[in-house]
């Protein structure tokens, strides 16, 4: 069974000094006196950090030399050490990252098998799509898909401009996939969306025009002015960032992904895709070593077929998934 070390009394403790053990001093963790924060902008070397305590102050920290390279991206929970009171000319100290819940990932081209965590730690990406003017991308919005299932972020497509265009053609192409969704247009409020949003971590992906900024502006009070002040950061007001966290006012973080047009998928195996389809991971095993499980002509023998054959899931579903697995290695963005 299973003891809570708080309720072991001395006895309890079996001491076994030995060889390789050392002075218990040696095992205290390193800087137990650490804040919490996490990172809301990134910018050349520098780190800016919401503490978890008082998100409104913002702290801007280096990299502690222990930690070599290793990235630290827009939504990484972080520890903090040094100088946290946030003062201008003031740099405190990450000494720690934790563990990422999901990572919406992306190579830079799908040849470039290079690939870059955007954001860290979101817990839904928000895929915004106009309607109309401009259209509607299936193609982006698939790989989006991938980028969520794969990445561990539940996915919410936010359809816009919905006074242009009806939403039924798109909705009725995602159905299968069961991937909420929101219907929205700038005249509007829509406290659905707000609901999705509230005290959740969301990141926003979506192309040029698609009314991205007229959502984000709505949604945060001055996030022109936060995004231009963490954009303004050593450098000029205009350069683009990658991403960049702002916070709802009713709780909750968006992470804008300005730079983010397009998602390289080279690094995902359709193993790796699969296995966020409950229905057809286990089947999945059955299939022939590297099978692409899209089926015929290319995989005739993928055991996927098997599940919609024996009634488990609707070859609609299937269907859906398979688009998924062709748009990883597309190049459509
Ligand atoms: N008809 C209509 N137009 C909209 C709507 N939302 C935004 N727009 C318009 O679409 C254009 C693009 O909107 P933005 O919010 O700048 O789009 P964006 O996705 O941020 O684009 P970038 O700034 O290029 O990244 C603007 O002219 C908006 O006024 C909407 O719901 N309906
Ligand atoms: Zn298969």
């Not at 050392?22 to 520098?46: F, N």
């Not at 939504?75 to 000319?89: C, I």
């Not at 219907?183 to 926003?204: C, H, K």
């Not at 409950?278 to 002509?297: M, R």
Request: glycine share 8%; with cysteine.
């Amino acid at each position: 069974m299973h003891r809570d070390w708080r309720t072991l009394d001395e006895s309890d403790v079996r001491v076994r000094p030995g060889k390789g053990s050392r002075p218990r001093s040696k095992r205290r963790p390193a800087h137990a006196d650490a804040v919490s924060a996490m990172v809301v902008a990134v910018d050349r070397g520098r780190w800016r950090c919401a503490l978890d305590d008082d998100p409104e102050r913002i702290v801007t920290a280096m990299r502690a030399r222990e930690l070599g390279r290793t990235p630290i991206v827009v939504g990484d929970r972080v520890k903090l050490v040094g100088d946290v009171s946030g003062t201008p000319d003031t740099l405190a100290r990450i000494v720690r990252v934790l563990e990422r819940e999901s990572v919406l990932r992306r190579t830079a081209d799908d040849t470039d098998p290079y690939e870059r965590v955007v954001v860290a730690n979101a817990e839904q990406l928000l895929i915004v799509t106009s309607l109309a003017d401009p259209p509607p991308r299936t193609g982006f919005i698939d790989r989006c898909l991938v980028a969520c299932y794969t990445g561990g972020l539940d996915p919410v497509l936010c359809l816009t401009k919905a006074d242009l265009a009806s939403p039924d053609e798109l909705l009725a192409y995602y159905a299968d996939l069961d991937v909420p969704a929101v219907v929205t247009r700038y005249d509007e409020d829509s406290p659905r969306l707000r609901e999705i949003l509230r005290g959740r971590v969301s990141a926003l992906v979506g192309h040029s025009g698609v009314g991205k900024s007229t959502l984000v502006n709505r949604l945060v009070p001055d996030a022109d002015l936060a995004t231009g002040e963490v954009s303004a950061i050593g450098k000029g007001r205009h350069t683009s960032v990658a991403a960049v966290a702002l916070p709802l006012p009713e709780g909750g973080w968006v992470i804008d992904t300005p730079g983010v047009r397009s998602f390289g998928l080279a690094h995902v195996t359709p193993d790796e895709l699969v296995a966020a389809f409950p229905q057809f991971a286990e089947a999945a095993e059955e299939c022939p070593p590297n099978c692409g499980h899209l089926g015929a002509p290319e995989d005739p023998d993928c055991a996927l077929d098997d599940v919609v054959a024996s009634g488990e899931a609707s070859s609609a579903r299937l269907e859906s998934l398979r688009r998924l697995l062709a748009s990883r290695t597309g190049t459509e963005v």
